[in-house]
């Protein structure tokens, strides 16, 4: 079990610690026209704070596309405040029915098909971006040959245990999935930050594929387009896009069942990939306990197990230095274990066809 962790850290994670961002075919002189793409349901204090720090990018064309999902609260007011103000910022309003659903899917389709451009940045009102860079910054990972660009959306640095625990889990899972994008197998992105093309959400009918399901916008859209040559990351400090974490642990929980919801409709392939990490370090720690009581292996035993936890401890304290998180390399070869153990307690011990409603 132990050279299966090697194995991963070695040839998977290891990808992300030597990554360096290539050079762009980009200039500043022929950036794309971009449409930034918002769905948004009762989040007037959020649109208050961040939608300026959107519409005022540095950028030289780019429209706001928001889609007012059946809200109660005083977003349009505000909307329209903002739209007298920013030429670039375009609404649609989806009035309220017992009709329709409150999903995240609906108004993000309306919003890509609205938009005037081929280049589509995704986020969310919640949101934060580190500076008015971050739309260029991510625009600069497409390529004529990569049509989707994943992004990092960290969580704003809190008091507390739950907070640090969050802002950690979100690092170790970024690392993971940009690393096996690296390693040309993409299996998510995040909604919050996160690119692609008009004719690539087309391609593949956009989300009917998951329409139904309350997540998947991200995740599993990546899976349906994204191939082992048209994605790329983008790790640039500017262009994280930042979110408030959850301030209780039964809205985390919530929020998690939400997420793994999507993974029961991962291929087998890809949920073979992923459980074969937390499977084998699981595996490894009993191996390891049990050879410790043995006389004649517990000395290879102590000295495969340290030489794995090194190496891990090296690989991940790189990538979690890419993702501004380096106030958590001292203590990883802990953490790595707690994460494991709680992530794999999380997905057995939630009901992950629980269907929680957007906002």
Known sequence: MGFVQLFITLFIHARFSLHKPKDSNLSAENFPPVSIVIATRNEADN???NLPLLLTQDYPNFEVILVNHQSIDESSFLISAYMREFPNLRTIDIERSAHLKTGKKFPLTLGIKAAKYE???????????????????????????????????????????LNRWIRFETAWIAANYFSFALAKIPYMGVGRNMAYKKETFNRVGGFKKHYSLPSGDDDLFIQ???????????????????????????D???????????????????????????LSMLGMLISFVFLLRNNEYWFLATCVFSLVTIIKWIVQGINFKKLDSKSFV??????????????????????????????
């Open 47 to 49: 649109l208050y704070h």
């Open 119 to 161: 280049h589509l940045l995704l986020t969310d009102a919640d949101c934060k971006p580190a500076s008015d860079q971050w739309l260029k910054s991510m625009i600069l990972g497409f390529n004529p040959q990569k049509e989707i660009v994943i992004g990092y959306g960290p969580y704003l640095h809190a008091k507390g245990l």
């Open 224 to 250: 349906a387009t994204a191939k082992n040559n048209n994605t790329d990351i983008v790790i640039n400090p500017n262009s994280f896009m930042y979110s408030k974490a959850k301030n209780t642990w039964s």
């Open 330 to 359: 001292w203590a990883l070869p802990v953490l790595d274990v707690v994460y494991v153990l709680m992530s794999t307690i999380i997905y057995y011990s939630i009901d992950k066809k629980a269907v929680k409603k957007w906002k």
């Open 252 to 278: 985390y929980i919530r929020q998690k069942s939400r997420h793994l919801s999507a993974t029961m409709y991962y291929k087998v392939i890809k949920k073979w990939l992923l459980g074969i990490y937390p």
